[in-house]
């Protein structure tokens, strides 16, 4: 073991570098020297040990194979410290089952031979970066329900990380605030954060879209233009309702993962991108893979950590918090003061279940806002589907006429609450007259807010 000397710019961290080839030592060294790091080498993981006993660092780098056990050892002893120190692992070319027990098993992230330094210096940048404290925004998750408590922990430790992470979770549940709690409390918090919805894109211009194209690739071509992955290149790219990506598409975007390079659309030449992918989706991925709809390969490799975001019917005793923080975030937006929750309107959203989650009850809280003229809601002004009665299944528990009732009340509720309750309006965007929109409102009891105290008569 040795202590590398120091050249160039003054210290910025510590670095150790576990690797038992002298020529791999000697070139990451110089690297980090460059960079105005302090090296600190080791050539078994015996070694490293004893330096980790000695000193304390700001990053691990260490190869895979080592004489005395491989880096997994090593990756797994660092974990167990405690210490907070992050380990990037250096994988042979191609190893990608390496790469992925690596990121499973607590790695910062890893980079494969032969090493390139580009690629090298941007991990080694990411990595001390890292924010020294658990991350505060995570309170932007309301909620104290042990669902909601546990996904905010499991965010906290996906943010000090580099791994591939997959997002699960029915619709509405917080797929995307949760993929940007994890990019905004790393270390790519300041680069861009990129969503991508993955089903809104014609299979035609998914590989234009995903990788940029250059200037006269196609009709229409007339400049060069970055893709998703160039405009997220240091930053992440969450690519929400990946199961909707053709299997065509599948093996493109697994290629540009594993080798952190991509070519744009009439291109010769590939260019390095440094982008952490975040994927979700409400389809059951597994599922998919069996039935032959989504590649098995690309899964493994964005299934490294798996985040499960919990339904709110989970967590019903958060209802109450959540609906309070909806409602004063509309009342911010209109100036006005917040409106209140009767009891009875509680009660009625506490035994509900929410198949929306989340997005179901802003648009319940925002529409009923909007109707409502009063400072205090009450259960009728939800408007909430009525709740089975216990032990009849869910769908069972109306006739089909009820149920196309309830369709009808929501869409005819929706338009009016987008046109300030201007029944002319709402019936020309619902496209029926304002004749038959006015005997639907009252087949169905949907009356008009009452006006605001003291207006004038």
Do not use: W
Request: proline share 6%.
């Amino acid at each position: 073991m040795k202590r590398a000397e120091r050249r160039g710019p003054a210290r910025h961290g510590q670095v150790l570098v576990v690797d038992d080839e002298p020529d791999i030592r000697e070139l990451l060294e110089l690297t980090l020297l460059r960079m105005g790091l302090d090296v600190v080498s080791a050539g078994s993981i015996a070694e490293a040990k004893e330096q980790l006993k000695a000193a304390r660092f700001d990053l691990c780098l260490t190869d895979m194979r080592l004489p005395d056990g491989d880096g997994l050892e090593l990756v797994r002893h660092i974990a167990g410290l405690g210490a907070d120190l992050p380990v990037a692992v250096i994988t042979a070319y191609g190893s990608t089952e390496n790469a992925v027990a690596a990121l499973k098993a607590g790695a910062f992230d890893y980079v494969s031979k032969p090493v390139g330094l580009e690629q090298l210096r941007a991990l080694v940048k990411s990595a001390l970066s890292l924010p020294d404290r658990q991350p505060a925004q995570g309170q932007r998750l309301l909620g104290e329900s042990v669902p909601l408590v546990q996904a905010r922990d499991m965010i906290a430790k996906l943010a000090r990380t580099q791994a591939p992470v997959y997002i699960s979770g029915e619709s509405g549940s917080g797929k995307e605030l949760a993929a940007r709690l994890i990019h905004e409390n790393g270390a790519r918090g300041a680069k861009p954060f990129v969503p991508v919805n993955c089903g809104a894109i014609p299979e035609t211009l998914m590989e234009s879209e995903f990788f940029g194209y250059k200037k006269g690739a196609f009709t229409g071509a007339g400049e060069d233009r970055d893709g998703f992955f160039q405009a997220a290149n240091g930053g992440t790219l969450f690519l929400d309702e990946v199961a909707e990506l053709p299997l065509a598409m599948q093996v493109k975007l697994l290629r540009a993962i594993q080798e952190k390079r991509v070519r744009k659309v009439g291109a010769t030449q590939e260019e390095p991108v440094d982008v952490r992918i975040i994927c979700a989706t409400h389809q059951n991925l597994t599922a998919l893979v069996a039935a032959g709809r989504f590649r098995q390969d690309l899964f493994y490799r964005l299934n490294v950590i798996e985040l499960a975001m919990p339904p709110l019917r989970e967590c019903r005793d958060d209802v109450p918090l959540v609906a309070t923080h909806i409602l004063a975030r509309l009342a911010a937006q209109t100036g006005s003061a917040p409106a209140r929750l009767a009891p009875s309107a509680l009660e009625e959203l506490a035994r509900y279940d929410f198949p929306g989650n989340i997005r179901e009850l802003e648009n319940i809280l925002e529409r009923a806002v909007a109707l409502s003229g009063s400072d205090e809601m009450s259960a009728a002004d939800l408007h909430l589907a009525p709740v089975p009665e216990a032990g009849v299944e869910r769908g069972a528990a109306e006739s089909l006429p009820d149920y196309l009732d309830g369709l009808e009340r929501m869409a005819i509720l929706d338009a009016l609450a987008k046109t300030g309750f201007n029944r002319t309006a709402a019936a020309k965007l619902l496209g029926i007259t304002f004749r038959q929109l006015r005997y639907r409102m009252q087949r169905l009891g949907i009356r008009e807010p009452a006006p605001p105290a003291g207006a004038g008569g």
